[in-house]
């Protein structure tokens, strides 16, 4: 069992033969993800070869889906096609697709975002994210596939760099999924979607949230977690030494007085039993000690 991802899941790279696409989509199959099709416009028929694998290229998402199955798709292309590439992922009924361009003009990402609620079949995760993985088993997105093993922490984080940090500090115990979700102001999947399926999730024991500061994400997750959480959670602000008034890091993260500060973050997760580190290493202190409670249990 995973969260969006498992060794059957049949995943395409749109932009697979530009650079970012071509780089990434080598070591996606490196770590062991089932890559089944490219799709880059106006090469079609073309294929990519890296790492002993021969992928077929296509025109559109649409061709891509009839003829291999594919039910993933990660976005590599530059910001001013990003908004044509996630709809025509969104038309094809995609399940899932993880847009890593960072830079998309946020009415764009505004308008993929509704076509795909409209659509009531296609989960977005991102834009400007770093992707997912579930380890051991598929890798999409730019997520370093050794700096951790397979174990039974859950991880959703709106930083990429915290991500791989969080990963590789817990190393010892291991990630089921972890979930770059992102930091722009509007994003496909949240923290709250992220945590309703860890808790679902049977081989996922504790989960770990990485937040930052600006908007009021992690006190929204926080009131989920009063109501529906029972596993342990543990949690990360980014963003303690910020000034306020000011934009720091992601688009979506600006402080205005206590709105949105990682103080008022860190209380309204603590008023719910949400331990919160003060550093990244802490953080993976306190999900460890949670998780050898459970084992001793």
């Known amino acids: 069992m995973s969260i969006f991802l498992n060794k059957s899941t049949k995943v395409l790279v749109q932009g697979i033969t530009g650079a ?34 021969s992928i077929p290229v296509f025109n559109s998402v649409a061709e891509a889906v009839t003829a291999t199955g594919a039910d993933v798709s990660v976005v590599f292309v530059p910001p001013k096609f990003a908004k044509d590439a996630v709809l025509s992922a969104i038309d094809a009924k ?10 998309i003009a946020v009415h764009d990402t505004a308008e993929f975002f509704a076509r795909a609620q409209q659509s009531g079949t296609t989960r977005i995760i991102g834009p400007n994210c770093p992707g997912l993985i579930t ?23 709106k930083s990429g760099t915290l991500t791989y940090q969080m990963m590789y500090e817990l ?10 979700i992102g930091g722009d102001p509007i994003i496909g999947t949240t923290h709250i979607d992220c945590l ?32 529906h959480v ?22 979506g993260a600006i402080v205005s007085g206590s709105s949105g500060t990682a103080e008022a973050k860190k209380l309204a997760l603590e008023a719910v039993g949400v331990k919160v580190g003060k550093t990244p290493s802490e953080t993976a202190r306190l999900a460890r000690e949670a998780y050898n409670a459970l084992v001793r249990a």
């Open 20 to 53: 970012e696409g071509s780089k990434h989509t080598a070591r996606m199959l490196a770590s062991g993800t089932n890559i089944v099709a490219g799709v880059t416009p106006g090469k079609g028929g073309q294929v990519f070869e890296a790492n002993g694998h």
């Open 94 to 103: 995609i399940h899932l697709c993880v847009v890593i361009t960072e830079g």
């Open 135 to 157: 380890v051991g088993e598929c890798n999409v997105g730019i997520i370093p596939a050794d700096i951790t093993g397979a174990g039974r922490i859950g991880l959703v984080s």
């Open 171 to 180: 190393r010892d115990i291991g990630i089921s999924t972890a979930v770059g």
């Open 196 to 227: 309703r399926m860890f808790q679902d999730d049977p081989d996922t024991d504790v989960i770990v949230m990485i937040g930052e500061i600006g908007g009021d994400a992690e006190e929204r997750a926080a009131a989920f977690i009063k109501e």
């Open 230 to 251: 029972t596993k342990p959670v543990v949690g990360y602000v980014a963003g303690f030494t910020a000034p306020e008034g000011k934009t720091m890091g992601h688009a």
